[in-house]
């Protein structure tokens, strides 16, 4: 089951958190299901849904919506606590725990993260409804969840050459990394003039001479030098323009809100792209991940399969 995730899940994988809430004295408490030799009652129900509930209690959904959806909220948490209950279970039966440093050095992480004091970690954490004791039991969990996982597929999982390159082939895009341009620009307010500093350059002039020489933007000085830009944030007119260009050309002139403009590639780069070696590690733990997911899904239910489970919600 997937929740919200917000900064308090900033720890060794995503799973879920507890949030406290206050269940009056009223209430009184049940089991509403059995897993195995373990139990899970209404009040650790209501604790995990109190959260989603209070968001779906002040939508603007009708109420046969929000009654629908309680119902549905209901069910996806007690199937998570199900969940939860099976692999504690087998943590234990495998003699899998977590230490006290291994929660602290979590934390730890999490605050130089977020770049807080342990005073503003815990003011963050109680702006989110949880103690630093429930943060710890949250992260107790998620590392106990993940070993658990390590021990149940790391020996099913195994990623091939031809895999990661095959992932590498298909996120080519994101590898290539984005086309950088340098430019400088040179613009005035005249038609004519424009046109006759075109001619200038086609005589071979150089363009950081006569943008000092001839334009108006507050860059003249500096010989035109316009900075380094991702042309698809320009207007279509100048983006088709310099999309043509290789470095050391420029454009026609061009006919813009500020004047008329003439712009020039000094460079283009290809920022944060990634060869596939330098891309290896990356894929190869990504795809680890996935695969060890599902087989870890496979294993969960494989569990179920063979654990006395009784709902009584």
Same mark, same amino acid.
């Given at each position: 089951?997937?929740? &919200?995730?917000?900064?308090?899940?900033?720890?060794?994988?995503?799973?879920?958190?507890?949030?406290?809430?206050?269940?009056?004295?009223?209430?009184?408490?049940?089991?509403?299901?059995?897993?195995?030799?373990?139990?899970?009652?209404?009040?650790?129900?209501? &604790?995990?849904?109190?959260?989603?509930?209070?968001?779906?209690?002040?939508?603007?959904?009708?109420?046969? $919506?929000?009654?629908?959806?309680?119902?549905?909220?209901?069910?996806?948490?007690?199937?998570?606590?199900?969940?939860?209950?099976?692999?504690?279970?087998?943590?234990?039966?495998?003699?899998?725990?977590?230490?006290?440093?291994?929660?602290?050095?979590?934390?730890?992480?999490?605050?130089?993260?977020?770049?807080?004091?342990?005073?503003?970690?815990?003011?963050?954490?109680?702006?989110?409804?949880?103690?630093? $004791?429930?943060?710890?039991?949250?992260?107790?969990?998620?590392?106990?969840?993940?070993?658990?996982?390590?021990?149940?597929?790391?020996?099913?999982?195994?990623?091939?050459?031809?895999?990661?390159?095959?992932?590498?082939?298909?996120?080519?895009?994101?590898?290539?990394?984005?086309?950088?341009?340098?430019?400088?620009?040179?613009?005035?307010?005249?038609?004519?003039?424009?046109?006759?500093?075109?001619?200038?350059?086609?005589?071979?002039?150089?363009?950081?001479?006569?943008?000092?020489?001839?334009?108006?933007?507050?860059?003249?000085?500096?010989?035109?030098?316009?900075?380094?830009?991702?042309?698809?944030?320009?207007?279509?007119?100048?983006?088709?323009?310099?999309?043509?260009?290789?470095?050391?050309?420029?454009?026609?002139?061009?006919?813009?809100?500020?004047?008329?403009?003439?712009?020039?590639?000094?460079?283009?780069?290809?920022?944060?792209? &990634?060869?596939?070696?330098?891309?290896?590690?990356?894929?190869?733990?990504?795809?680890?991940?996935?695969?060890?997911?599902?087989?870890?899904?496979?294993?969960?239910?494989?569990?179920?399969? &063979?654990?006395?489970?009784?709902?009584?919600?």
């Amino acid at each position: 089951m997937k929740k &919200k995730t917000n900064w308090v899940a900033f720890s060794l994988i995503m799973i879920g958190l507890s949030f406290c809430w206050s269940v009056s004295a009223e209430v009184i408490d049940r089991i509403v299901a059995i897993v195995d030799d373990d139990i899970v009652t209404l009040v650790q129900l209501n &604790k995990e849904a109190a959260p989603y509930l209070k968001n779906i209690e002040s939508s603007e959904y009708s109420d046969e $919506k929000k009654k629908q959806m309680v119902q549905d909220i209901h069910q996806k948490i007690l199937n998570a606590l199900v969940d939860r209950s099976l692999t504690q279970q087998e943590a234990k039966k495998y003699h899998i725990s977590v230490s006290d440093t291994e929660i602290n050095n979590a934390v730890e992480n999490v605050k130089k993260v977020k770049s807080l004091s342990q005073e503003e970690f815990e003011i963050a954490l109680e702006q989110e409804g949880l103690t630093l $004791k429930e943060y710890r039991e949250n992260i107790e969990k998620q590392i106990l969840q993940a070993k658990l996982i390590n021990h149940a597929v790391k020996s099913k999982v195994i990623i091939t050459e031809a895999e990661i390159k095959k992932q590498y082939e298909a996120d080519a895009d994101k590898y290539a990394g984005k086309k950088k341009h340098h430019l400088r620009n040179i613009l005035v307010d005249n038609e004519d003039l424009s046109q006759e500093i075109k001619k200038k350059l086609d005589e071979n002039n150089k363009f950081s001479t006569l943008a000092n020489q001839y334009s108006i933007a507050a860059n003249a000085s500096d010989g035109g030098y316009f900075g380094v830009f991702d042309i698809h944030t320009f207007s279509d007119s100048i983006k088709e323009s310099i999309s043509k260009l290789k470095k050391g050309e420029y454009t026609n002139v061009i006919s813009t809100a500020q004047g008329f403009q003439i712009f020039y590639v000094e460079d283009i780069v290809l920022e944060a792209s &990634k060869t596939y070696e330098q891309a290896y590690d990356e894929i190869q733990e990504s795809l680890y991940r996935e695969q060890a997911q599902k087989k870890f899904e496979t294993w969960l239910e494989s569990l179920k399969k &063979k654990a006395h489970i009784e709902i009584m919600l």
